[in-house]
């Protein structure tokens, strides 16, 4: 290997935690002006590796060069003077301050803080990469897409030429998605190096130079993204040859189960969340939800779950024996009472649908620990009920005593998911899915979906990737700032129509 | 930047966590941090006063349990201890900060009082004691619930609210002793009955504190077993640990807040009771003494297991019984064991550090 081409070498990287090894002589290289995606399943060590690169672990074993020199990264400090700039999945901002503000946060500088300078700097910075941001402008006002666009001004600002990415348009519409891989490619043809973690292969495909493969921990390979396909990449990071078509089954003699009329809510400083939603929801059907995070999504299943105050309109369910029950105003515990199997997947695993803390005996418990007469707690069929998901959907845990919360993404979601439909339930919403999980868990939970769509179970699916949606679902409902934009058939319309539905500007095409 | 000048910049030690460690290697931990803080108090000793550790390990040891009586006390203030303790234990669980066992021990201690002191003559002793023990219960449960429908229904700080009502509970017990006082002028209400002896907390089987040793382990048990086999206690849990969870599987969230709270209030007012019927026999604004906050040291350094509170409380009780001693025959500052108390718990509260996380120093590192 010639040196001097590289930005960033890492040598032979060890990082274990305890007995587990989180990155096993790892070697990678980042090009001078290229953009390297790094692709793996959950826990296969992108993150680990990344945190050694911006200081918040240091590696067991190996070595980091960066410009061809041996450098120890102890902090995030070194790394920042190392010309590294991370970008996390959760922005580090302070709300109530400007762009401009946050993205001096924190430098050394004179007593009198010269703002128009800085300003000056920032916009020339914006100018030159093609962002899109007012540097005045306060974070609580910005959508998600502009708070990520802060963060990266920020790391450049700071003088950052090497960019690292961990899974920056999971947050983002296909809009947005677009105007950010402009701007890192504006970067990459002014000499930046960007590493880019993300689990969607046609973002990889669409965007990098090259493509690093971990697999459990382990460096697969690296390869040129031209010689690349979906199928190529998804072998090189499960291992095995995967088909990645979700199959979707015709809903077998569709019947209303739950139909939702007028549907208003406000959150507690009394803005609306829902205006006026309508919609039927049919059995054997899967009713994908798409829309900008923050469109009403969750206060949408929360309504249907019982969970919401609401203020206008009517929630209807059509049980399979016949009859009607009215489910608004009725809290979740009344909708039990009655009888009444509605599952609810929610987006909070940890701090809605499980307890972190407590291990899969206790949390398979939430739901009916009540029934039963005595004083005293069954735990003996919620721990039939654990190992049994354990077992029919290969949760990687040591044992059912473990919290879940030591759990990776994908066995937490196996968990809960597996305790919803493990009640034979009628309707099931669940939200956000396969969020954080990767092709093999993602895989398992559509089969599943479809399993209870086959059984006859009216599935409600918010997602946030259009093309899992238009391939899963049989219609998909577009809400805009808590507005219903359109419901359209998922096996006519294109992601593009979806995509000007989120964003308000399809408004007058609306409606089937 | 100069990149060189970082090489070799490697951190002295770090710090990894244990993924699992056998319980024998933990308690082997925790009993070698005792024995250090033992061998660091006797240096600390020996350099402040000049006197031997061991004749002053030696005092303590003899001021706490050296004869029986003196055993006995400190058993006796152990278990009122440990009462409190167990009542924080349901609150604690479910995240709520009862800062006010202080003030529930308080109104438990004055209705037991009340009741002595009005139908102490009048009444045959078991009704009279379990008519103390009832009203004492409904006295914590009500000092406790007060704060607990707050929060339930407006969300207000739990701590603060406990807090303050130690204040207003103190006040009361102030108010009555105008009227109990005993003998007048004295402003203080002196021992309840002392000539009838009513309302006092019989012996059981020959042993002084028998009833409150009896009550008090049987509460360790109860409220262990309800925390952690109750359907109720596995409400406590996911309530404490997440609120939204708990509305989302349709716990009434209100009513847990307010049933774990009487629960708590009404065992702390069982502690008043205790306090007056069986050891102090009179009130006073201090009959708590602190114990409502020490309690909460006990709870904590338990993570309030009941078990655990057992042998904290009494470890706690033993060191303030040896430090009167310690100041009294060495003419030492009270104050000395505090430092030796202090010094101890450090250690043992260290360990858990040492048995979460392991430490690997550099150069034990292998060059790559």
Redesign the interface.
């Known amino acids: 290997m010639e040196q001097g081409n590289y930005a960033i070498e890492l040598k032979n990287i060890t990082k274990r935690f305890g007995k587990v090894v989180a990155n096993d002589k790892v070697c990678l290289a980042v090009k001078k002006g290229e953009i390297l995606s790094i692709l793996g399943e959950n826990g296969s060590g992108k993150t680990t590796l990344m945190n050694m690169l911006s200081g918040i672990y240091f590696p067991d074993e190996g070595q980091i060069l960066v410009d061809g020199n041996e450098v120890t990264i102890a902090s995030p400090k070194d790394s920042f003077e190392l010309g590294i700039g991370m970008i996390h999945q959760h922005f580090k901002l302070v709300d109530v301050l400007t762009a401009a503000e946050n993205i001096i946060l924190g430098l050394p500088g004179k007593e009198i803080l010269d703002m128009p300078a800085v300003t000056a700097k920032i916009r020339e910075l914006i100018d030159r990469y093609g962002f899109e941001l007012n540097p005045n402008q306060k974070i609580y006002e910005m959508s998600v897409s502009q708070k990520q666009t802060v963060e990266i001004v920020k790391v450049l600002y700071r003088g950052a030429s090497m960019l690292i990415l961990d899974e920056p348009t999971a947050v983002l519409t296909p809009q947005e998605t677009e105007k950010l891989f402009a701007i890192l490619r504006n970067m990459r043809a002014a000499g930046h190096s960007i590493i880019i973690i993300t689990h969607k292969l046609n973002e990889v495909l669409e965007l990098s130079d090259r493509v690093a493969v971990l697999r459990k921990g382990q460096y697969i390979g690296t390869v040129e993204t031209k010689d690349a396909t979906a199928e190529s990449l998804t072998e090189m990071m499960v291992g095995k040859k995967i088909s990645l078509d979700i199959h979707r089954p015709e809903p077998v003699k569709p019947e209303k189960r739950l139909e939702i009329s007028g549907l208003s809510c406000e959150n507690i400083e009394g803005i609306p969340t829902l205006k006026g939603v309508t919609f039927t929801a049919n059995s054997g059907e899967i009713l994908g939800i798409a829309g900008i995070a923050g469109s009403g999504q969750k206060e949408l299943l929360e309504a249907v779950a019982g969970l919401q105050i609401i203020t206008s309109g009517t929630i209807s369910y059509y049980p399979p024996e016949g009859g009607q029950e009215i489910l608004s105003e009725k809290t979740a515990a009344d909708i039990r009472s009655l009888g009444i199997r509605l599952s609810f997947v929610p987006e909070d695993r940890l701090g809605m649908g499980l307890v972190g803390s407590m291990d899969m005996v206790d949390n398979m418990m939430l739901r009916g620990y009540n029934e039963g007469k005595g004083f005293f707690a069954d735990r003996k069929t919620p721990r039939k009920l654990a190992e049994e998901i354990v077992e029919k959907l290969e949760v990687a845990t040591p044992d059912v005593s473990t919290p879940v919360r030591s759990l990776s993404g994908g066995n937490v979601q196996k968990v809960l998911v597996g305790r919803e439909i493990s009640s034979n339930p009628t309707v099931l919403m669940v939200a956000y899915p396969v969020r954080g999980l990767d092709i093999n868990s993602s895989y398992t939970i559509y089969e599943l979906l479809n399993e209870q769509k086959k059984k006859g179970v009216a599935v409600l699916c918010v997602g946030e990737d259009l093309d899992v949606l238009l391939e899963l679902c049989d219609k998909i409902l577009v809400l805009c700032g808590g507005a219903i934009t359109g419901i359209v058939d998922a096996r006519t319309t294109t992601k593009e129509e979806i995509g000007l539905l989120m964003t308000r500007n399809g408004k007058e095409q609306g409606n089937e | 930047?100069n990149?060189?000048a970082?090489?070799?910049?490697?951190?002295l030690a770090?710090i990894?966590?244990?993924?699992?460690i056998t319980i024998w290697k933990a308690w082997g931990i925790r009993l070698a941090a005792i024995l250090l803080s033992l061998v660091v108090c006797a240096g600390v000793i020996f350099a402040l006063t000049r006197l031997n550790p061991i004749e002053v390990y030696k005092a303590i040891f003899g001021g706490a349990v050296g004869t029986s009586r003196r055993a006995w006390v400190t058993i006796r203030d152990a278990l009122t201890l440990l009462c409190i303790a167990i009542g924080l234990a349901p609150a604690f669980r479910m995240r709520f900060w009862n800062t006010g066992a202080e003030g529930q021990v308080l109104v438990g201690g004055v209705v037991t009082a009340a009741v002595m002191i009005y139908f102490g003559d009048a009444l045959p002793t078991p009704v009279l004691l379990l008519i103390m023990l009832v009203v004492s219960i409904l006295a914590g449960m009500i000092w406790g619930l007060i704060p607990a429908v707050f929060k339930a229904y407006w969300n207000t700080n739990e701590t603060l609210f406990t807090l303050m009502l130690n204040y207003v509970a103190m006040q009361i017990v102030t108010f009555c002793i105008v009227f109990w006082e005993n003998p007048a002028g004295s402003n203080t209400v002196g021992v309840i009955n002392s000539a009838t002896k009513g309302g006092w907390m019989p012996a059981l089987g020959g042993l002084t504190y028998g009833w409150n040793l009896l009550i008090v382990l049987a509460l360790a048990y109860g409220v262990y077993v309800y925390l952690r086999?109750?359907?109720?206690?596995?409400e406590v849990?996911?309530v404490g640990?997440?609120e939204?969870?708990a509305?989302?599987?349709?716990?009434?969230v209100k009513k847990v807040i307010m049933r774990t709270m009487a629960i708590s209030g009404g065992i702390c007012g069982l502690a008043g009771f205790l306090i007056v019927s069986a050891c102090s026999h009179t009130i006073s604004t201090s009959t708590a003494g602190g114990r409502g906050f020490t309690a909460i040291i006990v709870a904590w350094l338990a993570k309030f297991n009941t078990f655990a509170m057992i042998l904290v409380s009494f470890f706690l009780v033993f060191m303030q019984k040896g430090a009167m001693q310690i100041a009294s025959q060495f003419n030492l500052n009270e104050n000395a064991s505090d430092v030796i108390t202090g010094i101890i718990l450090f250690f043992i509260l260290g360990s858990e550090f040492f048995i979460r996380y392991k430490v690997e120093l550099r150069g034990r590192?292998?060059e790559?």
């Open positions: 930047m990149k060189d970082m090489k070799g910049r490697e951190p770090h990894s966590k244990r993924d699992e086999l109750s359907k109720q206690g596995y849990a996911v640990e997440s939204s969870t509305k989302y599987v349709g716990i009434n590192r292998k790559a």
